[in-house]
């Protein structure tokens, strides 16, 4: 054999190389749900920029104004001759950051109003574009190219954070466990490696932070090797707005179809309340859900990891990346529910169990880098053996059931509704929150598929996907909603004019989540259970204003029987005593009828009509 | 009075008819005492019954107007009228054979209007009695149907209407016929009887080969003058034509009448009334078949459903002439001219069997079980085998002579 350097066969990639050709594991695959994957990804982005910059500074959005019809309807006139404007379809091909305002004016124009006012506001547009010629085999089996332009008014990027836009796992989301929508830097630029791998077309990027006088303005590709290559480079310009950003890309994708991005957005608006949003889609209709609440909801808590939620894997992390020199205030200050006492007496049992071993035993002040692989194996299995309190519940921020209650009767236009939040719960060192809201009958139509019943949330993002295998499903179909006057589907969820909403929110969901996807909540006894009675709860005061309901209707239509029969009853008696000698024609068929319907339960409503009209003397 | 069998006695063919009015209608004039002598053993009504009988019209009319205001002053105190109607169950009825009266108990059922339950049924109950009211204050009369055409929407289908019909006759305590509500009628009657209806006199004596044609109207007859001894009620027009062309009535004092082929009630009502009135026996004379006993069966005490009405158009009096199975040999009708009995036939006379009235009527039971013995019956048209004026010149005065009959 020869004895030549062997090359080793295994290269060390970067996540960048990775990712691009494997946009798939995070929703980015030709189908549906693409067109939904986008919204979703650069929506909660966009809620995101809102709600941090508004925690920051609160100062920024003005939530007393009431929205009217009339600015709605500007918005949408507007909108439509923007439309209108742009009926051809082309596909912009930007040279100069010129070029990139002007377009950013026009499509920021028809809210102008709302950024006066000062209002948090995000645009969507989705729409179909003319197929370049070098695509068009792909035009033939159905695939189009999709121009997809997004804005929100939330704090603006600085241009250094402009550069790392895109780049993967570039996150303005910590580590650090909170309550969040749950991305951790895998969507947006997977979403540019996907735009540019389909279409080759660049990302244009215009972005001013509320800090800096001047917007920046960006066209580029992103590279396997992380970076970037411009095709208009990052300049400064005059802001065409006072803050916020705007993302315009294209996409390859199937054509676009109603019940997925619609759906996402229709459903995120739900929960997001305190944002306007307008969505535009590719049968250039236009949905507007205007901000219905006057609150934006409390920034959550950090959270530290809970001693029971840890694995050996991240205990070895944690001990890897602290920040902290001794053991004793590595174990008190990273984790929640842990005392310096508990802490010591963590150390000593350890060392008790070393000893027995004939081990080196550790110290409070022992480095923590600087433990050996035996010793982090003891001090975790001592560590997990504690008894904890329950992790504190003011991580968790729920909606809040009368806010719930306000919006769905405000968008679904129910003729009930009732909503509930269960007391924060804890499991495995996990807190989290369980809400419910059941809408019934009014304007909300009768469905023929159950996935349409049920609107699933988490961390107030709905989740369309993986319907059936979520831990919300399977808890809305184990309740026995017969006993609640509902029918039911096969599958177990009601069925008729009736919407559930369901929404886990805490700092740990990304952990609580079935797989990558990050679309179903894994089957937890604990979390079933409380969805369930959260349902359950919701479904009880359901039946009651049913049982009501068929009440009155029962009394309604007995009423309007006797009523009818009355009529006829008291002209036939009338027709006989009126030549009776003992009344001689004293008798008043109007008095008579009046009298037997008096005594009808129900007719009330008639009899007052009545003694009006006898009232005023006609 | 039954005939006796004597060994070698003269066969009733054979017998020579009298015609000697004494001779004759001896048999007959001892049957009429006895049924006088009947009605005579009055005993006491038990209590707590009313009685329904037929009513002239201003004391049917008083009575609406009595419950009209019943009504009223329910409704001005509580604004709930309620009907209380008559039971007609088995249990609340009393047909007093006796008396021959019909009694109803204290059973009441209450019609109230506010219930889904009954609201239509009370509704259907004012109307009828304001119907009523208008057909007695026009001295007018209409049929059921006709009733039911008045107000197709509430009434919804014919028998709901008959019920509240019958109904409103009980509340009011008379019969149906006494509401001015009648039944449409197929009867004819001819004989020695004088009548006046709906004002006009007729003497039935005069009226041609037809007869006169039974009005449902029987308020509207009044029975004038008769000198008849009998009446004779044949099944058939047949019969009554043969009848009436001998001028029957005037060889032997009766009425005839005829339903022509069934019992409707206008042709009972008028027999019960004939009866009721003179005061004189009647006799059937129906075919030799379990058809003609069920006819007879039916002037004798009404259809086999007890309603209502039926004991006010029963004849308990009348009789069974013939033609009887017996009579087929007693007056040697030819084979030929029998005919054998259907499954049906014998059904219906097992049916008849059956029947309690039948029972205690050893004669008749005797009759039919002759009747099943030989599984023959025959038509009284078969009578003609012997000549066409069999029947009314050796048939009939003979059995009526004789006193043969059930």
Request: glycine share 4%.
């Amino acid at each position: 054999m020869s004895k030549e350097k062997v090359v080793g066969e295994i290269k060390q990639s970067t996540i960048a190389e990775f990712m691009r050709k494997r946009t798939q594991l995070v929703g980015f695959e030709f189908g549906f749900n693409k067109h939904m994957q986008y919204v979703a990804e650069f929506l909660d982005n966009a809620l995101d920029a809102i709600e941090s910059f508004y925690w920051r500074f609160p100062e920024a959005y003005s939530l007393e104004n009431n929205i009217s019809n009339d600015i709605l309807d500007e918005i949408v006139s507007k909108t439509k001759e923007m439309i209108e404007k742009n009926k051809e379809n082309e596909l912009k091909e930007f040279r100069v950051a010129e070029e990139v305002i002007e377009h950013v004016k026009e499509f920021i124009d028809p809210i102008r109003t709302l950024l006066d006012m000062k209002e948090p506001v995000v645009v969507i547009w989705l729409r179909e574009v003319e197929t370049p010629t070098f695509l068009s085999n792909a035009h033939r089996q159905n695939v189009r190219v999709y121009e997809f332009t997004i804005f929100d008014n939330g704090g603006g990027m600085i241009p250094q954070d402009l550069k790392k836009f895109g780049i993967y796992l570039a996150s303005s989301k910590s580590e650090k466990l909170r309550q969040t929508r749950g991305s951790q830097g895998f969507g947006a630029p997977s979403a540019f490696t996907d735009a540019q791998n389909t279409t080759g077309k660049p990302i244009t990027v215009v972005s001013k932070h509320y800090s800096r006088d001047k917007a920046t303005v960006a066209s580029f590709f992103t590279t396997t090797k992380n970076t970037k290559d411009y095709v208009i480079h990052p300049r400064n310009v005059e802001p065409p707005f006072p803050y916020g950003t705007f993302v315009k890309l294209y996409y390859l994708n199937i054509m676009y179809k109603r019940g997925y991005a619609d759906v996402y957005v229709e459903r995120a608006a739900l929960l997001n309340a305190h944002v306007t949003i307008v969505f535009i889609d590719p049968y250039n209709e236009i949905h507007v859900y205007p901000r219905r609440v006057s609150e934006f909801p409390p920034e959550p808590k950090y959270a530290k990891p809970h001693p029971a939620s840890v694995n050996i894997g991240e205990f070895q992390d944690l001990l890897r990346d602290t920040k902290q020199r001794t053991l004793l205030s590595f174990l008190s200050k990273t984790f929640s529910r842990m005392s310096s006492e508990k802490a010591k007496k963590i150390i000593e049992e350890a060392n008790e169990e070393l000893k027995k071993l004939g081990l080196p035993l550790i110290a409070k002040n022992t480095d923590p880098k600087k433990l050996t692989k035996k010793q982090i194996e003891v001090l975790f299995k001592v560590f997990t053996s504690q008894k904890y309190l329950a992790p504190s519940k003011d991580t968790v921020v729920p909606v809040g059931a009368e806010v719930f209650k306000k919006v769905v009767k405000e968008m679904l236009k129910p003729e009930f509704v009732e909503a509930v939040t269960r007391p924060p719960t804890s499991g495995k060192g996990l807190s989290y929150v369980v809400e419910a809201c059941i809408a019934y009958g009014g304007e909300i139509p009768y469905t023929t598929s159950s996935s349409q019943v049920l609107w699933r949330f988490v961390n107030r993002t709905p989740k369309l996907r993986d319907n059936s295998d979520c831990a919300i499903w399977k808890a809305a179909a184990s309740v026995n909603w017969k006993n609640y006057k509902l029918d039911v589907f096969e599958n177990g969820l009601p069925r008729g004019p009736v919407r559930l909403f369901v929404h886990v929110a805490g700092p740990f969901v990304h952990v609580m989540f079935k797989g990558q996807s990050k679309q179903a909540l894994a089957e937890d006894k604990l979390l079933i259970r409380e969805i369930k009675l959260a349902l359950e709860e919701v479904a009880r005061k359901l039946r009651s204003y049913i049982t009501g309901k068929e009440t009155a209707e029962k009394k309604a239509k007995r009423a309007y029987v006797l009523s009818k029969y009355a009529e006829k009853f008291a002209k036939s008696l009338y027709n006989i005593l009126k030549t009776d000698i003992e009344f001689d024609g004293s008798i008043d068929p109007e008095t008579l009828l009046r009298k037997m319907k008096s005594s009808i339960e129900g007719v009330e409503e008639t009899l007052e009509k009545v003694a009006i009209v006898e009232a005023s003397g006609s | 009075m039954s005939t006796k069998k004597r060994r070698g006695r003269t066969k009733l063919a054979d017998r020579k008819p009298v015609w000697e009015l004494d001779k004759l209608l001896r048999r007959v004039r001892e049957l009429r005492e006895q049924l006088a002598k009947r009605r005579e053993r009055l005993g006491k009504l038990p209590p707590n019954v009313m009685v329904v009988e037929e009513l002239p019209a201003e004391e049917v009319h008083r009575r609406i107007h009595e419950v009209a205001r019943q009504l009223y002053m329910q409704i001005e105190e509580t604004g709930r009228p309620v009907f209380e109607i008559p039971a007609r169950t088995s249990d609340n009825i009393i047909y007093d054979e006796d008396h021959d009266m019909l009694l109803l108990g204290q059973k009441r059922i209450r019609r109230v209007f506010h219930s889904l339950a009954s609201v239509a049924d009370a509704t259907r109950t004012i109307r009828i009695l304001e119907i009523i009211h208008e057909l007695i204050e026009e001295g007018i009369h209409a049929t059921k149907r006709e009733i039911f055409y008045n107000d197709v929407k509430l009434f919804k289908e014919q028998r709901f209407s008959d019920n509240v019909i019958e109904d409103i006759a009980a509340m009011l305590g008379t019969t149906r016929n006494s509401t001015h509500v009648v039944a449409a009628a197929k009867g004819a009657a001819i004989g020695r009887l004088v009548i006046r209806d709906s004002g006009d006199v007729i003497d039935l004596t005069k009226l041609g080969s037809g007869g006169w044609a039974i009005t449902p109207f029987l308020d509207q007859v009044e029975i004038l003058e008769s000198d008849a001894e009998l009446v004779l009620v044949v099944e058939k027009d047949a019969a009554l034509i043969r009848l009436a062309e001998a001028k029957y009535w005037n060889k032997l004092p009766c009425i005839i009448i005829t339903g022509k082929g069934s019992a409707d009630i206008a042709t009972r009502a008028f027999l019960r009334k004939l009866v009721k009135e003179l005061k004189i026996p009647a006799f059937a004379l129906v075919d030799s078949d379990p058809y003609g006993h069920y006819i007879f069966s039916v002037y004798l005490r009404g259809s086999k459903k007890l309603s209502y009405e039926s004991p006010f158009l029963a004849t308990p009096e009348i009789k069974l002439l013939g033609v009887l199975s017996k009579d087929l040999d007693e007056f040697k009708i030819p084979k030929e001219v029998r005919l054998p009995m259907t499954k049906a036939d014998i059904e219906r006379t097992e049916q008849l069997l059956k029947e309690p009235f039948v029972q205690r009527n050893k004669k008749w039971v005797r009759d039919l079980e002759l009747m099943l013995e030989r599984k023959e019956k025959a038509e009284i048209q078969a009578l003609a085998s012997h000549g066409f004026k069999y029947l009314t010149d050796q048939y009939l005065p003979v059995k009526i002579e004789t006193g043969d009959w059930i």
